[in-house]
C-alpha cells in the first residue's frame, strides 16, 4: 500500500515540481530511484525529480493496481468512501480503514411517522424485532416525540411491557449499543430539537453514563428519567451490593436538575441502587 502522503509527493512530481532529498529515504522513493524513474540530484541540498513519468505509471499500475493517481488520492482524503471504490482504485478494499458499520437501533410500541432520507419513514417494528437507522444524518423523527435512551438491552426489547412508565409521552426509544456505535447517537440527538430522556439504572453508574455521555453534550434538552414511587422501589427492591462497589464519577455541584439531585440522596439515604430492569412489567406498589 502506498500511504496517502507518498501518493501526493508522487503526484507533485507528477506535475513537474521537485522534492526535497530527505524524501528518498523512503523504501518507495529509493526504488523509484533504483528503477530509473526518479533522479536524486545535488550533492549539499539534495532533490528529487521525475525523469520517467511514463515509467512511474507503469509501476503503480503493475506493483500497486494504481491506474489512477488521483482517484487514488481522493479515495484516501474521502471521509465517505466505499470498499467498493478502494478496489476499483487500487485492487484492495484494506488500503484504508472504513467503517462501514454505522448508526443504531430504535424501537417503539406505537407507530410513528419518521422520514428518512426524505422519505416516509414508519416506525413500527413488530413484537421481537427492531429498525436500525444506517443513514441517521437523513432520519428526522416526528417533531412531538421524546427520544428515550435506553441503557440495558432487556429493556430495550421489553419495552412494550414498560409502556405504563411512559403513558404521558410520545417516545422513540434508541439503544446505546453495540457501544462502538453511540458516537452516531450522540450526533444524530444533536442535530435534531427533540427533547432526550435518560432511561437508565438508578445507581451512581447509570447516573454517570446520563452525565457524562449525554447531558454535557445535550445540555436543557436531556433529563434523567425518574419513576414515581422511585423511592419505596430503591429501598425494598434495591441492592445494596451495587451501592457498596461504585462511586460517583461525576461532580454533583454541577447538576442542576432538581429531581435527579433528590435521587442521589435517596440512593445515598438508602445505600442501594436499583436496576431498570426492574420496570419490565409493571410492579406491584
Known amino acids: 500500500m502506498i500511504s496517502k502522503r507518498n501518493a501526493t509527493l508522487l503526484q507533485i ?129 416526528p417533531v412531538n416525540c421524546t427520544i428515550i435512551g435506553v441503557e440495558n438491552s432487556e429493556n430495550f426489547r421489553h419495552i412494550q411491557a414498560q409502556a405504563y412508565l411512559f403513558k404521558n409521552l410520545n417516545p422513540l426509544f434508541v439503544s446505546r449499543y453495540p457501544q462502538n456505535q453511540s458516537k452516531d447517537l450522540l450526533q444524530w440527538l444533536q442535530s435534531i430539537p427533540n427533547n432526550y430522556l435518560h432511561f437508565g439504572d438508578f445507581d451512581f453508574a447509570g447516573i454517570g453514563i446520563y452525565l457524562n455521555e449525554y447531558k454535557k453534550h445535550l445540555q436543557e434538552k436531556a433529563a434523567f428519567f425518574i419513576p414515581p414511587n422511585i423511592e419505596w422501589f430503591i429501598e425494598n427492591y434495591g441492592d445494596r451490593h451495587r451501592f457498596n462497589i461504585q462511586k460517583e464519577n461525576y461532580d454533583a455541584s454541577t447538576i442542576k436538575e432538581k429531581e435527579l439531585l433528590q435521587l442521589i440522596d435517596l440512593i445515598k439515604k438508602h445505600t442501594k441502587g436499583l436496576d431498570q430492569e426492574f420496570f419490565i412489567g409493571q410492579p406491584l406498589v
Open 13 to 141: 512530481l507528477l506535475q513537474g515540481n521537485t522534492l526535497r532529498g530527505s524524501t528518498a529515504k523512503h523504501a518507495l522513493f529509493k526504488t523509484l530511484i533504483a528503477e530509473d524513474i526518479l533522479q536524486l540530484n545535488g550533492r549539499i541540498k539534495q532533490t528529487i525529480q521525475l525523469i520517467d513519468p511514463k515509467g512511474l505509471l507503469v509501476y503503480l499500475k503493475n506493483q500497486h493496481q494504481i491506474k489512477d493517481l488521483d482517484a487514488y488520492i481522493t479515495a484516501l482524503e474521502d471521509e465517505d468512501t466505499l470498499r467498493a471504490t478502494l478496489v476499483k482504485v487500487a485492487g484492495d478494499s484494506k488500503i484504508k480503514k472504513i467503517r462501514t458499520f454505522k448508526g443504531f437501533l430504535i424501537n417503539s410500541y406505537i407507530p410513528l411517522e419518521a422520514t428518512l432520507n426524505k422519505r416516509p419513514f414508519l416506525v413500527d417494528p413488530l413484537p421481537g424485532s427492531f429498525h436500525f437507522v444506517y443513514d441517521f444524518e437523513t432520519f428526522i423523527p
